[in-house]
């Protein structure tokens, strides 16, 4: 008997109705044969409310205590599915992170999980049990309760995949798996059905915001083969896997798009070791999150620093810089507002050439300037002109053929 | 530096400003030289909130997920009051039942408590920290959640107070202290000053509702001077205490009246062993509670049993009786309704003769008729006609002028 580990995320247990939905799923499974540990996270809008709760009493409310107050949100879910299965007429056992030895270390609202007492779990499978964990929360070695921030289920989901050697970890949320582009901004986008661990990383990151990261890398680490997959139809999604041979005949897997960024060109910095470094950590010390950096040398002894950023976070940033000009002596600035990112991904781009040239040409030609350019070892990305940029986008998927699937693209 | 711990009810913690209140409470008792452990209850109607969503999805809810459901209101709880106590610029912690190991037998939603872990509490109130423990649950051997069922925050809060060797574990509630009666049936009740545990127990069993049983029987097994006092007004409320000689002088300490009873009478019951114990076992069967018994011999050799319930128990009982009908071959069964219970309680019925004399003769001149009488060492129940209930409570508050303090009072 496999096992299979099933999460379920805020929306897919926000009523009634559909904790009870959870549970036929849970339960379907374990008819199939299978051995079924649930994931669940705190219903609906939560979390929300306690933060506001918490809020409300304290504008900086201590972290250890605001991961006390948030993990009763999934305690909650779990207990109401087992609820829902026991009426069913099958059994099930709800457990929050402490009772099943979820452990992390002690960094309150971003902790990491260090262990897992797969064992406890183990005897409930094999005593016919399904077994419901309460995700995003763990306990540290001295037994205060911590979570795992943003996509922390998920990433409990996958943890406890790996830990009991899961067939498979199925990620249920509302929408039937990954697109080759969000759909809204090209409707043709077709469902991947594969992808491997590491384009689904820089999808991810690229705001393909379906699963966290940090979920993605432990699944990738542990070798946890993840589908994502639609709570309320009964469809396939999107298995995210170990590469296989095949992906690499794939140029491009998907393309993504970021608006609403902000682009500041540090002008003339003297070249001195730990320039650049200042002005990152001058950034990360206002929690200010930078996307894409571009150096570029000067001939007087000098570079231009290029980076992206939430245009949110534009104000601060700029405020940022200029207290730390004495420090570092840089000549000028230049801000870039309204910009865009548009991302090609594709394990393919490492064994195949012309990926980047090909789009760029494809742009070029639908006359839309590209202001610069990073790549990864598989990903292309450039910036473009926020008003530009869906129809950037378009030209990408049109241009690598993420209309249609993957067997069907000419190379 | 001794020890106080203070409860705070679900009404006392409803919204962010009774939170604060009780916080401001728990600090000004740290303020003065005191260690302070807070133990809360859920927020307002919550657990009842949560009960309905368990219902939803199942009629028949198992105990131990509705358990580990419920005990999330008071995790919410004393995480909130820590927040809001950090923010006044003190130390706080918070902890689950599982955190300060209340550990507990296994006998989910009515769980006894076994043991607590003391020295946890002890460490955190030496680091000069207010501890805020959730109240009303545990944990049992295995890690499960436990609930300690109804009035199971006092328990809790009068548990910690015995296992600390606390100074006084105060209540804090909506009302400022027990009354010599209820005030909205005699508006010239006054506050008690003090009483004994002993004393305490009749009048909570007889619907003096401020609390439960079974914390009282917890003060008293291990001397815990208990206060229930007032949740909004700053004044002292009823010490419930040990003994001491001069309560001994106070005839009645209180009254109460217990409305919508019924009573019935099994007529003519053949004298066979474990005859009556038939008719409770059948009645504990189907969850119907009893109140006072009198057995009446007759001349024939059968005996007559009478016994009340709660009128909303009629039908149930009558059925359930009727049942046995020809196992016990009773004769017949004879029905009171709109009957109601008044009672007087006080120790000093103990050592002083003429207590019942003088209530019987006051209800005789009141013409107020004595259906039957019960009594205990420090009780006398008089069954009276319903629509006479409150003109007799008003009476034997008269008599023993239950409108004045103790010490004004004649003998």
Redo the contacts between chains.
Sequence with gaps: MSIIVQKFGGTSVAN?EK??NAAKRAVAKYKQGHKVVVVASARGKQTDE?VA??Y???????K???D??L??GE??T???M???I??MGYKA??F?G??IQMITDSVHSKARIESIGSEIIHEKLDDGYIVIAAGFQGIDEK???TTLGRGGSDTSAVAIAAALKAKQCEIYTDVDGIYTTDPRKYSKAVKINQVSYDEMLELASLGAGVMHGRAIEFGKKYGVEIQVRSSTLDIEGTLITEEVPQMEGILVSGATVQSDLAKITIIGIPHSPGNAAKVFSALAGTKISVNDIIQTELDDNSANLSFTISKNDLADALKTIKAIKNEIQYRDLFIREDIAEVSAVGIGMRTHYGVADRMFKALAENKINIDSITTSEIRISCLVDKQQSDKALEVICDTFQLDKEPEERDM
């Design positions: 009634s904790i009870r306690l709760d918490a409300e009493l304290n504008p900086d409310p201590p250890r205590e605001m006390q107050l993990s009763t305690q909650q779990v207990s109401l087992a609820i829902a026991q009426n056992l709800s929050t402490h009772q037994g205060n309760v």
